[in-house]
Structure formats: structure tokens, C-alpha cells
């Protein structure tokens, strides 16, 4: 993990209110893992004088990484999306990554990929790196399912929306369910909700797939330190992991739901 | 290069990191080389392992954090065993710092660390707002005699320097700073975060797991100056300073107020490389301005 | 309309203007209704006149500002015979803030304020942290006793409504705003600036000409929620929160706390129509969300 | 006084560092009379979230005012003006005013303007409000000296700075001193840096002539309600008086330097 000086090399709008930004990021690009993330921060570099946006960073999945270039995908939820909303192309973002495990890919199984919401961005990049996935993407409604175009030819792709303006109507568990019951041996990539990887967890017990999950929580450091971003696991030493550190993504089975 | 002097124990230079943001210096070692540091102040530890608070444990805030950690540790054994052979390996000050749920506590932890050569001196955290003690609802630091208790317990079961760590949140912060010189402790070491809290308003529910939190960060830096400009008048011990250390120019700001050394918590979040550029912005400094030691800036306001 | 009561006064709504930031109105009275406010609480006001602390009294710090006014006021009878009667032309309660050298002095400011029926509650300010007083060096506040004492002086010197206006920085928040009550005290109001101060340093000379200072605006809200929600669950009595309220949204946060009403300070200098769409945006929180008073949301924590 | 939703029409910098932005605010165009000011909100009118500049408004003299615009002519010191050189054509200030006294314009009477530094910004305004005045500006050097040009044809023009880059190398109180000594019956009207108005007020004791001097103290609120901009006066009823409100233009007389 490095900090990097990252300039902005395109950020677009890609559905109101979410934004793709492309920045060159060298070292980050090529030493990410699927899964990993970022630390972004979303003030003027003068958290002292409060020129701009929250004082701690913000993390972000890597959501595409090509060459010396990354991206990421966010939703404007708050002040700190807010101000990365606003950049421009040319401007300079103060980055700290890879950070965090990152999936562990399983050559030879049959990767299912599972995104709810903006949960999708950090898998795009898994997506990549699994062969012939089957991808699973909902959302509430089309307009908060952004890239689904991106997806398209990495593997099956499979929609569900809440109101099914998009793919089935139906939590995307619904049609996932029917692959598991015929796959034994496939292995699910997922991030979103806190309430479908629950639901996702339950699925993999029920079939004896595995299930891992990227988890979220509030961060400060984002690399191990702060102790601010617990997530309660079974049986383990400690009651608690650490999101940043240990995480974000988790065996499914580990974690206390 | 700036060196100072807390109870015999010579530091390179005046900035230290803050117990609990900066773990014992493993991660941030990818950032800033530790050699430059004037001490590593561990993560506070306890005599067991404890567990934290539930989350969430961070909040943004106007300027400012709100945290409510609780302490999360492995215990001290596990401290000794694990955390601080890293530490050995770097030219610079380890500071451990302890907490306990009573005198006994501190007492143990004082005794046991003091056999370990890695550990220059010792910090005591007694004013840590995320965690309820058994006896009393405040704060150990927010209580003169418990204060003095603690400290002459430490004092009596070490001969490292030891550094008193106390809370802002009291009527006279002199009566403590001055209980903690009594008790022969060698710096009042200040402040922690400030008791707060933060509501959403949707969910109608606080912010933090544990309800209530410590507040820290650039929002802070004017009660802490206030606080250690306050100590630096009543007592002869040093004083180390921080809250809201986020540049040099800060730090130095803490050294007008009368802090001998400096910590740098919070910022380190916003700038992994914050405490080595604070030690060569305060050397600058230092330089430009043909200060010889740092006393020569130390409390020299002019009022 | 969101009512609320205190001390058997009845006040249109829980808005009302932290004393010394509104004067007695008639400057921001150009910008918004003062109709529209709960109450208006003017400026301190002392026995005799005050000249106030030297300057300069204002700095900015990171999402705040820091003070030293020094309570510049004309004295009471001045206040009385040309302030109040402006207050009378508004549908408003008003009330009168003092501030005295000792107990008798707040006897004294009390019976004859007592006799302006302009006058509808008194705050009784024990915490300005930006004077010095004789006999202690602490804030009247900071101490149970003498809160007891001032507390009990005024109330029985007059029967309107009393609340007693308290520093956030004590020990112990709830033993302060116990001995209020005790006193026969109507309301706790909190928090007054916190102690805090800034320097210069290329000057190397404080911000303030009085050297230190108190802190208010956004930078200080976390830790006035933690304590209004401390007092709320320790008192019977109405809590009256304050301290970085800049708008709807922040005031509804301490309703959420604990308190029964808010008082708006710094953010009128930054948008001087404030109170009234603090007002205004309540009322449209409590109708959206139908909600039938203030005990409705009142310390209504999820917790 | 009003507080105003003023559209920058044009923003300048004029000399490094100095700039000048002329906004649309019709009422305080209307209203302001020379040596007033107004307070502008120099944060994205998010104070609570600290997204941009100080929490406090910042004091600026009226620098001009035609039709419904109002220009204000200022330097970068701080987070404030920052905040404000950062501002486009479009954007939109939160600006109170017309503030304070202003200049109390005999009419009959030499007219001496004296302005040092960025002092200058209220006297152009003042400038075009009498008849034939002599004009003195002054200033470090030519840099910091920013639009004599617009002085040119309101009177005549004197200029100085210390180091001899424009105009007579002197402070501007020499070649005043040269026109006292001749015109009893004068009015000055200054303001600039605390000595150089100290020396005015000294001269005008010397000569007999009146001396009208706009100061300058940190405000908060800027209408008399807070008592942060005293200033203290000889021989009053109480020992300070308001720059805000009072103020910011006293008889130098009066003032206790
Ligand atoms: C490891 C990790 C990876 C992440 N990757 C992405 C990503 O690729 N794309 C992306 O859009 N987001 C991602 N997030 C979430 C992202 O960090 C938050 O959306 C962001 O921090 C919000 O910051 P803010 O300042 O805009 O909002 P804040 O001001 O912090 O919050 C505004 C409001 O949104 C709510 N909120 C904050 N975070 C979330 C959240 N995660 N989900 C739902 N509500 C929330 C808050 O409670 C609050 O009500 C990730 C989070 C983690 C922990
Ligand atoms: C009535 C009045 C009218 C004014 N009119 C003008 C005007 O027309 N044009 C103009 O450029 N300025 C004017 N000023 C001064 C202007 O208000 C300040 O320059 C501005 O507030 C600085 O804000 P900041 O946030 O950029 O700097 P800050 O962050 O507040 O300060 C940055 C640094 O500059 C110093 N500083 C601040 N103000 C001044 C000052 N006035 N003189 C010298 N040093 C200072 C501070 O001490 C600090 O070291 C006026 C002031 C008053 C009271
Ligand atoms: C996340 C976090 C954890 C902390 N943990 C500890 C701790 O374990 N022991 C301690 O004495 N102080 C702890 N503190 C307090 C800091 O050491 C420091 O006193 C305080 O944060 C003020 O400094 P700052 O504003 O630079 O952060 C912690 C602070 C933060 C933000
Ligand atoms: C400029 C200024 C003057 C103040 N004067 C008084 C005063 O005279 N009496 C008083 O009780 N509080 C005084 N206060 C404190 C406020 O009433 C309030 O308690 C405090 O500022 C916190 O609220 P805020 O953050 O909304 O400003 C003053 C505050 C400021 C900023
Ligand atoms: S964010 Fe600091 S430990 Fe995870
Ligand atoms: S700035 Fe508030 S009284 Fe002058």
C-alpha cells in the first residue's frame, strides 16, 4: 500500500447522482486485487483549515483497474461524495491503496458474481478475473443499477430490480437460488446490502457453497490501525476482525449476521 | 536536530504519535520512517485482552472525529510478546502506554513493563472516554486523588519516565497537572478527546454503538492550546502537548503554548506521512528562525 | 404551532437566541420576524457597565470562532430603561440575562429585574468564561455550591421562570445542573463556550488580547449534545440546548437529545435570519413527521 | 441593510494576489454610501459541514457602486479571500451590507483622499464623491498598488511608495504634509495600514484639519450586535465604540492610538 498523488483522468455521470472517476494510478493499478479498495481523500489537503469536504478519508472498491489507471464508482451519498463529484479532469486526488484482502479467487469453480446496489463497483474487477462467470446484478430500480453494460460481455449476466424496470422482478437471491441448486461447486463473489449478503450467507449454507462477502463500515485509517471498523465473527480469538485489515471481504459462514 | 529531555530520557525530537492512532508503528511504517520520530507511543495497553465497543466506533464530524474504540487490545502479554519486539528494531523512543480498572491495574502493568528494556517510558492513560470503570462514572483523570493514586502507584513500580495522560474535560485542569507532578510523574501529557456525541436524525439513533464517544481533531486544538498553556503555567514538569495536530506550524503553536513535545493523533488518518513531515517542519523551523533548543520557543508568548 | 413550557411560562415555540449573539434583537430584527421566535434572550447584562476585554475579542478556528467579548454591556438600569421597551412591541417572550461579581450582586440584578414585567424568565449566567472573578478563579459554574447558592439567590427573588446557564467544562456535568435544580431552577441551559484560545505564530502573540477565550459554533456541537443528553437523563427539570446550532436539522438533534428547547448563537453571524428558519424548519419537521409536541421527539433516542 | 444574493458579473485579478469582483446587488448599489462596507460569506453556505472557507463573513469596503452592481477590490490573505479569488463569473455570494458609517463628505471643502495598500479599495468610492480631490495612494511598491488608473480622471493623483517604483519614493504623509501647510480648510479622508493613519491623525492636530480615518478590527456579526470590532475612544461615555457599526470611519481625533 502507497499513498499516490492520482490525477483525475475522466469522471462522468453515468446515472444521476453515481459517478465513474478514471485516474492515473500506477502502482495501485498494478498491484490491486479484486475486492481491495482505496482510501480516498475528499478535502483540499487542508483538513486544518476545513477548506472542503469531511476531514477522514473515504473508501472506495477498485472498481476497474487497466494498465496504470483505476477507477472507482460511487453513489453522492454525503459530503465526501459530494466533493469527489465535483472534480475535474486534471485535478489531483490524494490516494492510499491497494488496501484490504480482496477476494480470493478459486480457479476452477464456478464463480458466481452477486452485486446489490453500488455494491456492483467493487466486482467488475472481479468479474474480470474470474472465467465464464455468472453475474448477478440488482437493484432497486434501473436508474441505481449503473454499467450494466460493462459487465456484458465478461460472462452471463442476470438483472433483477425491486420494480422490475430492469430483469426480473425480484431480489437477484431468487434466480441465484435456482443456479445453486445445480452447482454445487461454485464459489459466490458478493457485495451489497447488508441485508442480501445476509440472505446470500443463508443461501450458502443451505447449498454447502461457499459465500464471500465485502463487507463495509465506517473507516477511518483503513489500514489497521484505528481499530474503528469491527465486524463481529464466530469463534474466533478475538471477538472482533477488522473490516480494512482482515477484510472487507469475508467468508460468509465466519461472520456473526 | 531538536532533541528534548522528559525526566532524563533524552527523545530526537519533540513529536511523538498519540496512543491509539498510530497502533505500534507497524502500519505507518510503509509511510514515514520511524527513525525520525522523537517516540512511538503505543496503542494503551490493558492488563487483558478486551474486546472494544460495538460498532459503529467512528463518526466524521465539523472538523473533527468522534470515536468510541474502547480500548481494543490483546492484553499485555501478548503487548510484550508481539507488538513490541517490532519497536527494537527502529532508532527511535518506545513509549508504552497502560490503563487499568483500578490502582491495582496500573500497578501490575507499571511492574511488568518496567522489566522490558524496549520500553523507554510509560504513558498513563487515565482518561479514556470510551471506557466505564467499575468504582466511579468519571474518568480516573477527572478525579484528583484517584489521579495521584494511579500516578505514585506507577511511580513506585518503575523508574522509567512516566507521562501522565489526562482528560480536558474537568473544572481545573491545574489541580490534576499538579497531582500528577506530586505523585513524581515527569510530564502531564494532554489532552485526550473530549467526551461527545453525534444523533442521526433519520434512524433517530446515536451515531456510535457505544452511544457517546471522544471527540478529536483540528476542532479541538483551541481547548487543548487553552489546556496546555493553562499546565505549562502551574507546574514544572513538561507538558506534551496535542488536539488537532494537523501541520508544523500546529505543533509549533502547542510549543508557544508551553508544550516541551508534541503528539500527533488524528492526522495521521488525513496524512499517513503527518508525524515525519512535523518532525522535519518543526527542525525547518527550528533552523530559519536560529532557535537553538526547544526551549527557546517553549511558552515564550508574548502577552 | 410546537409549544413548550417552562416553568409554567408558555413560549410559542423552542427557538430562541443565545444571549449575547443577538443583542436584544433590534439589529437582526431587520432580518427576520421576531415574531416568529420562541424567545429573544438578550445580552448578559451586569449591575453596573462593563467596557468589556480589549482587542482584539474575535478569531476563526476550524468550524468555529472563539470570543472575548468580556460581557461589554451598559448595566442594568441602562438596560432596563432602553432595551426592554423595544422588546415590547414583539409577540415574543424576552428574556433577561445577568451576570454578577457574587451572590449578591445576582440578588440584587434579579429583585429588580423581577419588577419589569417586559421581563418574562431570567437566564442567569454563571459561566462567561472571558471574565475574571474576585473571589475564585474558576467559572461560578463550575463549582455545585456556589451554582447552588447563585441558583437559590435569584429564585428567591423573583417568581418568573429562572434557568441556569452552565460551562461544559466541569467533571461532572450532572452535579452542576442537579444543584440547579435543587435551587428551584426552571431550566438548564447549556452549554456556554468552552474555554479554548489561539496564537500567532509569526507574531508569537495570542489571537485574543485577553489572551484565551471561549469556543462556539459547529466545532463545539458534539460535545454540547453529549451533554445535554447527560443532564436530560439526570434532571427533571427542562434542558435548554445550544452550541453550534446552524440549522433545523442541528436543533432537532438536541431535541432529539434532551432538550426542550434551543437556544441559536454564532450561526446568526453567519446567516442572520437563522432563528427564524430554525423555527420555521421544526415546525415543518414536527408536521411531516406528525408529531404532536416537543415531548414527542424529546430524548426519543433509539438506543 | 439587507443580506443579499449578489451574482458575481466579473471577477479580476488586477495585480497578483489582488482582486476585484463586480457583483449584481441592486439594493446595496443603491444604498451604499462611500466608506461603508459590506460582509460576505466566504463558505458554500454550508457552515455546518465546513465544505469551503471560514465559518466568519468577511468585511470588505464598498469599492464602487454604479446602476445595480457593486464592486469590492481585495487581497489574499487568508482562507477568506482565498475562498472568494476562487469565485467565477455566475457564482452566486451571500453578501450583507450596506455597513457602517462612511465617510461623512463635506461638501465645500478640499477634498484629500489618502489611501496606503489594499486602504485604497473604499477611497475610490469616496473619490467619486467629491469634487476635485487630491488623491494620495501609497503603497509598498508598485505591485501593491493595484487600479490607480481608475483614480486618473476623478482628480488630481499623487502617488508614493517605499521604494521609489512608482511615483515619489516616501511615505504618502510627505507630499499631504507639502498640501496642509496651504489648505486649512481641508478634508482627509484615509485609510490604510495603523501608522500611516496614526501620522494623519498626527497632522491634522499639527494643521487643524479634519481627519476622517475608516479602521478596520476582526468582526463577527458586522451590525452591532456582538461587541467583537471595538475600538477605543477618547472622552466618551464608554471607552469603545464599534468599528461595525460606529464605524468603520471615526475622527481621528477621537481615536486613542
Ligand atoms: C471497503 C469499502 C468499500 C466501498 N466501496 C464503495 C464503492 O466502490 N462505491 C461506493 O459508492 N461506495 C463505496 N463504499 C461506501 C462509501 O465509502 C460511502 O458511500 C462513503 O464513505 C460515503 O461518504 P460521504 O461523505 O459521501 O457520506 P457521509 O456524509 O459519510 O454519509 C451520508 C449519509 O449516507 C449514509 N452512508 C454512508 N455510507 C453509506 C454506505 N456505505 N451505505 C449506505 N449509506 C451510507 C450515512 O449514514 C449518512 O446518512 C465503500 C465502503 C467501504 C467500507
Ligand atoms: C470595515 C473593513 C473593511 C475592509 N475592506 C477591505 C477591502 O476593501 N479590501 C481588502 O482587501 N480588505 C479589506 N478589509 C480587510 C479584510 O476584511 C481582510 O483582509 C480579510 O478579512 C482577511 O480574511 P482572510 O480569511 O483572507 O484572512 P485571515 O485568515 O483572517 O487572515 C490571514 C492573515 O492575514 C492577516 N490579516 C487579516 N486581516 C488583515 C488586515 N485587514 N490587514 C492585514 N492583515 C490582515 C491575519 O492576521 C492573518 O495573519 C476590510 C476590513 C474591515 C474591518
Ligand atoms: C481512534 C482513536 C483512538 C484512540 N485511542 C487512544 C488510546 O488507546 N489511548 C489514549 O491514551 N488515547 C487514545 N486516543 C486519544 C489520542 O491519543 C489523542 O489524545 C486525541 O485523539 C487528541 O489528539 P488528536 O486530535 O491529534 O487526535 C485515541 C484517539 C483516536 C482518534
Ligand atoms: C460573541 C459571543 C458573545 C457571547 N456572549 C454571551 C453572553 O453575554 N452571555 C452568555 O450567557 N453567553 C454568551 N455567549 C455564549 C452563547 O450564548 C452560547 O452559549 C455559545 O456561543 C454556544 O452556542 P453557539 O455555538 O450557537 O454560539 C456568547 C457567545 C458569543 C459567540
Ligand atoms: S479503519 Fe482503522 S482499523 Fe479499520
Ligand atoms: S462585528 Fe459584531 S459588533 Fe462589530
Known amino acids: ?36 479498495f482505496v482510501e480516498v481523500l475528499c478535502n483540499n489537503g487542508a483538513a486544518k483549515n476545513c477548506t472542503g469536504g469531511p476531514l477522514l478519508r473515504r473508501p472506495f472498491g477498485v472498481h476497474n483497474a487497466k494498465g496504470e489507471n483505476i477507477e472507482i464508482l460511487f453513489k453522492v451519498l454525503g459530503k465526501g461524495t459530494e466533493y469527489l463529484s465535483q472534480k475535474k479532469a486534471g485535478d489531483i486526488l490524494d490516494v492510499i491503496g491497494p488496501l484490504g484482502n480482496g477476494f480470493d479467487i478459486k480457479e476452477g469453480r464456478l464463480a458466481v458474481i452477486a452485486g446489490g446496489g453500488m455494491g456492483i463497483a467493487p466486482l467488475l474487477f472481479a468479474a ?130 | 536536530m531538536v532533541k528534548i529531555n ?22 505507518y511504517s510503509e509511510f514515514v520512517d520511524l527513525n525520525k520520530l522523537g ?33 481494543e487490545n490483546k492484553g499485555l502479554e501478548y503487548f510484550i510478546e508481539n507488538t513490541l519486539p517490532f519497536l527494537k528494531n527502529f532508532d ?68 522509567k519516565p512516566i507521562f501522565g495522560k489526562i482528560s480536558p474535560m ?30 442521526d436524525l433519520k434512524t433517530r439513533r446515536p451515531l456510535l454503538g457505544n452511544i457517546t464517544g471522544g471527540l478529536s481533531g483540528p476542532a479541538v486544538k483551541p481547548v487543548a492550546l487553552k489546556l496546555v498553556w493553562d499546565v505549562y503555567k502551574a507546574v514544572k514538569i513538561p507538558v506534551i502537548g496535542m488536539g488537532g495536530i494537523m501541520c508544523a506550524q500546529d505543533a509549533l503553536e502547542f510549543i508557544l503554548c508551553g508544550a516541551t513535545a508534541v503528539q500527533v493523533g488524528t492526522g495521521n488518518f488525513v496524512n499517513p506521512k503527518l508525524t515525519e513531515e512535523t518532525a522535519l517542519g518543526i527542525e525547518k523551523y527550528f533552523k530559519e528562525n536560529n532557535l537553538s533548543g526547544v526551549d527557546d520557543l517553549k511558552g515564550k508568548l508574548n502577552i
Open chain 2, 92 to 159: 527511535t523512543r518506545t513509549v508504552a502506554s497502560i490503563a487499568g480498572n483500578n490502582v491495582e491495574d496500573y500497578t501490575t502493568l507499571a511492574k511488568r513493563l518496567n522489566e522490558c528494556k524496549e520500553v523507554h517510558a510509560i504513558e498513563v492513560n487515565m482518561s479514556c472516554p470510551n471506557v466505564v470503570h467499575g468504582q466511579n462514572k468519571g474518568l480516573f483523570s477527572q478525579d484528583e486523588k484517584t489521579t495521584f493514586e494511579i500516578m505514585s502507584a506507577v511511580r513506585k513500580n518503575t523508574n
Open chain 1, 128 to 257: 474480470k478475473q474470474t472465467k465464464n462467470p455468472l453475474i448477478f446484478l440488482g437493484a432497486r430500480n434501473e436508474a441505481e443499477l449503473p454499467c450494466k453494460e460493462k459487465f456484458e460481455n465478461l460472462g452471463k449476466l442476470i438483472l433483477t430490480t425491486d420494480d422490475g424496470s430492469l430483469g426480473e422482478k425480484c431480489f437477484l437471491n431468487i434466480p441465484l437460488e435456482r443456479v445453486l441448486k445445480e452447482n454445487k461447486n461454485a464459489v459466490i463473489y458478493a457485495c451489497g446490502p447488508h441485508p442480501m449478503l445476509k440472505c446470500l450467507a443463508d443461501l450458502g449454507v443451505k447449498y454447502g457453497v461457499e459465500v464471500q462477502v465485502s463487507l463495509e463500515e465506517k473507516m477511518a485509517c483503513g489500514i489497521g490501525v484505528c481499530q474503528g471498523c469491527p465486524v463481529e465473527l464466530k469463534n474466533k480469538d478475538t471477538k472482533y476482525k477488522l473490516v480494512c485489515k482482515d477484510g472487507p471481504v469475508f467468508n460468509a459462514e465466519d461472520v456473526v449476521w
Open chain 2, 39 to 71: 517516540a512511538v507511543v503505543c496503542k494503551t495497553v490493558t492488563l487483558n485482552q478486551r474486546d472494544g465497543n460495538k460498532p459503529p466506533r467512528i463518526a466524521d464530524m465539523p472538523s473533527a472525529m468522534l470515536n468510541s474504540i474502547g480500548l
Open chain 1, 1 to 36: 500500500m502507497k499513498q499516490i498523488k492520482a490525477e483525475v483522468i475522466n469522471i462522468s455521470e453515468v446515472k444521476p447522482g453515481i459517478f465513474n472517476i478514471l485516474m492515473k494510478a500506477p502502482y495501485i493499478a498494478k498491484n490491486a486485487k479484486a475486492g481491495q
Open chain 2, 170 to 199: 474537568v473544572a481545573d485542569i491545574t489541580v490534576i497537572a499538579k497531582a500528577i507532578e506530586r505523585a513524581g510523574g515527569d510530564a502531564v501529557a494532554l489532552i485526550n478527546t473530549i467526551p461527545a456525541m453525534g444523533v
Open chain 2, 6 to 27: 522528559i525526566g532524563g530520557l533524552e527523545f530526537k525530537n519533540p513529536v511523538m504519535t498519540a496512543s491509539g492512532t498510530f497502533a505500534s508503528g507497524k502500519e
